[in-house]
T-cell receptor, first 113, second 112 residues
């Protein structure tokens, strides 16, 4: 069974700190990973995609993928109160039916001023 | 650019009533379309997906159904709602490479 697990949180960090969100997955066939941000009452918004081992940086966000350890993370530098949201990790298995994604339950992040 | 719309935004329905939620995508052709449900305190559950007009695949057996009458239109229906159908219904689209899925604004359904 394909599963994506996220640290349950909630995670609370002060403004300006680095927030680290982690995700593990069970299926070694998983090749692509996605991080979504979901504000309370809103729909998920795609913020990062990562397809190969290593780091991918986009502004204050860095996604890290380690396929040997089956581990994905999202680092948010210089955290802002506007980053307070639930972050969803999703994985996709190569060749999976119609690009099916497997979502974790999410980690709630609070950035306090 | 691509845009995805869902309506209604919120809906309150009695148990046993019918349901019709609509999703449309603009700015792309032949998208892959998905219906998800997010219940309170739970993760995203994939309900249906579609690669083209009239082509629907179901992930979970339930009293819901989906249809795709046009290339960029996806409809979620039920003949008789259950209390357990309450939740946040999300439509998503992806390009033919399947890589990234983008969600619509969602419909919050409360069944009383």
């Amino acid at each position: 069974q394909k599963e994506v697990e996220q640290n349950s949180g909630p995670l609370s960090v002060p403004e300006g700190a680095i927030a680290s969100l982690n995700c593990t997955y069970s299926d070694r066939g998983s090749q692509s990973f996605f991080w979504y941000r979901q504000y309370s009452g809103k729909s998920p918004e795609l913020i990062m995609s990562i397809y190969s081992n290593g780091d991918k940086e986009d502004g204050r966000f860095t996604a890290q993928l380690n396929k040997a350890s089956q581990y994905v993370s999202l680092l948010i530098r210089d955290s802002q109160p506007s980053d307070s949201a639930t972050y969803l990790c999703a994985g996709r298995v190569e060749g999976s039916t119609l690009g099916r994604l497997y979502f974790g339950r999410g980690t709630q992040l609070t950035v306090w001023p | 650019s691509q845009t995805i719309h869902q309506w209604p935004a919120t809906l309150v329905q009695p148990v046993g009533s019918p349901l019709s939620l609509e999703c449309t995508v603009e700015g792309t052709s032949n998208p892959n379309l998905y219906w998800y449900r997010q219940a309170a305190g739970r993760g995203l559950q994939l309900l249906f997906y579609s690669v083209g007009i009239g082509q629907i695949s179901s992930e979970v057996p339930q009293n819901l159904s989906a249809s795709r009458p046009q290339d960029r239109q996806f409809i979620l229906s039920s003949k008789k709602l259950l209390l357990s159908d309450s939740g946040f219904y999300l439509c998503a689209w992806a390009g033919t490479n399947y890589n990234e899925q983008f969600f619509g604004p969602g419909t919050r359904l409360t069944v009383l």
